[in-house]
């Protein structure tokens, strides 16, 4: 498609249920980010995929979350058992690989979650 | 450690005059930096990027920021303020070597006032 393209856009799940979350890149973009966006913590930084590389999996903030990407292009973000603190939109983004900095990350319009 | 700064949560300017949002960021290699706008119930959307070269950058929709090394900040400028304006605006830095991980700053709220 055209742009970073999220699903569901909206979900909301019981306190303890699991939940999944998809994010389907940009077209020949290699790198693939997840963040999550709450009110009080603003933007984080969850996890990195480039390519057939381990993941950088710096920020994801408890082992409850976790994520994949199949066949280098797909994602899925899983948060287990979830929690009211879990309540955010999370955010897929891409871009280019080999370009450092220099590649424009692109964003998704986002999953919004909420854990009640 | 990366870091961003941006001062002042909420800014409110009329439409027509000048719009300043301020950024200030902590580094310890040269950074990459960024300013995304973010629109109700949308996603993030590049208005510019610094990373080499020429200090004053200028980005989509009339925006344009300056790299000041010895201020270490990336203020974002625009001359003349829309309604269309609105919107939450975020400064990143990220590191200039590696993956683009992007630290974000806490976003400042543009209102435009009729």
Known sequence: ?116 | AQSVTQLGSHVSVSEGALVLLRCNYSSSVPPYLFWYVQYPNQGLQLLLKYTTGATLVKGINGFEAEFKKSETSFHLTKPSAHMSDAAEYFCAVSELQGAQKLVFGQGTRLTINP
Do not use: M
Not at chain 1, 11 to 21: I, R
Not at chain 1, 77 to 97: F, K
């Open chain 1, 1 to 116: 498609g055209a742009g970073v393209s999220q699903s569901p856009s909206n979900k909301v799940t019981e306190k303890g249920k699991d939940v999944e979350l998809r994010c389907d890149p940009i077209s020949g973009h290699t790198a693939l980010y997840w963040y999550r966006q709450s009110l009080g913590q603003g933007l984080e930084f969850l996890i990195y995929f480039q390519g057939n590389s381990a993941p950088d999996k710096s920020g994801l903030p408890s082992d409850r979350f976790s994520a994949e990407r199949t066949g280098g292009s797909v994602s899925t973000l899983t948060i287990q058992r979830t929690q009211q603190e879990d309540s955010a939109v999370y955010l897929c983004a891409s871009s280019r690989a080999g370009q450092g900095a220099r590649s424009t990350i692109y964003f998704g319009e986002g999953s919004w979650l909420t854990v009640v």
